[in-house]
């Protein structure tokens, strides 16, 4: 359980993060979008060496969990693709 709970910090932290920078700062930088990058793709690691590592999941739990990890490279792709073609040089 306490994986679990480990494991939805992630998403929250960013959730928090990238509404913060949404809402409260005027001109966004290309770093803001590189730690979402970053935080994404760190929480598809843990996910998958969880799925890797872990003899405790369920068939059905790694299952979403895979699941979660191909939508969240799909969400990282176009943020990449945003942060080479989506913002002015600084």
């Known amino acids: 359980m306490e994986?679990?709970?480990?494991?939805?910090s992630f998403p929250l932290f960013l959730?928090?993060?990238?509404?913060?920078c949404f809402f409260w700062v005027e001109h966004s930088q290309k770093w803001m979008l590189a730690i979402t990058i970053g935080g994404n793709c760190?929480?598809?690691?843990v996910s998958g060496g969880l799925i890797a590592f872990s003899?405790?999941?369920?068939?059905?739990?790694m299952f979403i969990l895979s699941s979660e990890i191909i939508v969240v490279l799909l969400v990282v792709a176009v943020e990449i693709h945003i942060?080479?073609?989506?913002?002015e040089s600084q």
């Open 83 to 87: 942060y080479r073609n989506g913002f």
């Open 3 to 8: 994986t679990l709970y480990f494991l939805a």
């Open 55 to 61: 003899n405790n999941i369920a068939k059905s739990g």
């Open 42 to 45: 760190l929480y598809c690691v």
């Open 15 to 20: 959730s928090i993060y990238s509404l913060s």
